[in-house]
C-alpha cells in the first residue's frame, strides 16, 4: 500500500498478517483495497467531517466564516490498484484548482504551506460595480464626507454603496489612510492532516478487512459499489 495512508509500523504489522496467511494474490490485492477503501479513505472522511487529524487533534479554525474546512476533498479521494507491484495508492483524483491538481492540493492541506501572493500576478478585477459595504464602513470610520447644499457633512454608508463605484472608493481609501498599495502578501495555510489512521484503529481495520475476505474475498469493486 501507498505509504501516504498508513506508517511504516502500520505497514510491517500488515505484512506480518499477509506472510502468516496462505493468500493468494487476487486475496491479497482485495485485501489492500479493502483497507485502503473502507479503512483508510472512510477514516479520512470521518477526519474532514469532524474536522480533525487522524490522532483526533482539531484542525485549526477558519479565520472567518463558519463552514467546515477541506468539504470538497472526501469525495475526490480514490483507490489506484498496482497489480504487478501488488499494491495500491490512495489519490485524489480531479482538479483541485485551476493551476493545483487535487493531490497537490491535498498535500497542501495535510502539511500546511506558506505562500506568497504577487500583484502582478493577479487577473485584473473589474471594479466599475458599486462601492461595498465593507468600503462604505471603512470610509465612514476614515471620516468621509461629502458636499450637501453648500456644506461638508459626514456621508452615509447608503449613499457611498449609492454614489461610488468600487474602483473610486479604493482610491479614496488608499488616500485619506496613507496605505501603501500591497505588491506582494503572505498566505498561511495550517497543517490539516486528514489521511491516515492511528495504530488502534488501524489494527481494528486489518482484523475487519481479514475477516471480509474469509468470505466474499472474489467480490470485485463493481459488485459492491454503491452498496455498502
Known amino acids: 500500500m501507498n505509504e ?14 499477509i506472510n502468516k496467511r496462505d493468500l493468494k494474490p ?16 472512510a477514516a479520512a472522511k470521518r477526519n474532514q467531517r469532524q474536522q480533525t487529524d487522524p490522532d483526533g487533534t482539531p484542525w485549526p ?5 463558519k463552514k467546515k474546512m477541506l468539504r470538497g476533498l472526501p469525495r475526490l479521494l480514490a483507490v489506484r490498484e498496482n497489480r504487478e507491484a501488488e499494491s495500491v495508492t490512495i489519490y485524489l483524483r480531479g482538479k483541485g484548482g485551476r493551476a493545483l491538481s ?4 491535498g498535500q497542501i492541506h495535510a502539511t500546511g504551506a506558506e505562500i506568497t501572493g504577487r500583484a502582478s500576478s493577479q487577473p485584473k478585477r473589474q471594479q466599475e460595480g458599486p462601492a461595498t459595504r465593507k468600503q462604505a464602513a471603512r470610509l465612514r470610520k476614515l471620516g468621509f464626507k461629502r458636499r450637501d447644499k453648500g456644506r461638508w457633512v459626514n456621508a452615509p454608508a447608503s449613499w457611498i454603496m449609492q454614489n461610488m463605484s468600487e474602483a473610486q472608493a479604493g482610491v479614496v481609501i488608499r488616500e485619506m489612510s496613507g496605505e501603501p498599495v500591497k505588491q506582494t502578501w503572505k498566505i ?9 489512521v492511528n495504530d488502534q484503529e488501524f489494527n481494528k481495520i486489518l482484523a ?9 474475498w472474489q467480490v470485485t469493486a463493481q459488485d459492491i459499489r454503491g452498496k455498502v
Open 208 to 216: 475487519r478487512q481479514l475477516q471480509a475476505i474469509d468470505f466474499g
Open 26 to 41: 487476487r486475496q491479497r490485492q482485495r485485501l489492500l483495497w479493502r483497507i485502503a477503501k473502507y479503512g483508510v479513505i
Open 4 to 17: 501516504g495512508g498508513i506508517s511504516q509500523r502500520q505497514i510491517a504489522a500488515l505484512k506480518n498478517e
Open 61 to 65: 479554525t477558519r479565520k472567518r466564516g
Open 188 to 196: 498561511v495555510l495550517p497543517a490539516r492532516a486528514f489521511l491516515g
Open 102 to 105: 487535487a493531490g497537490a492540493l
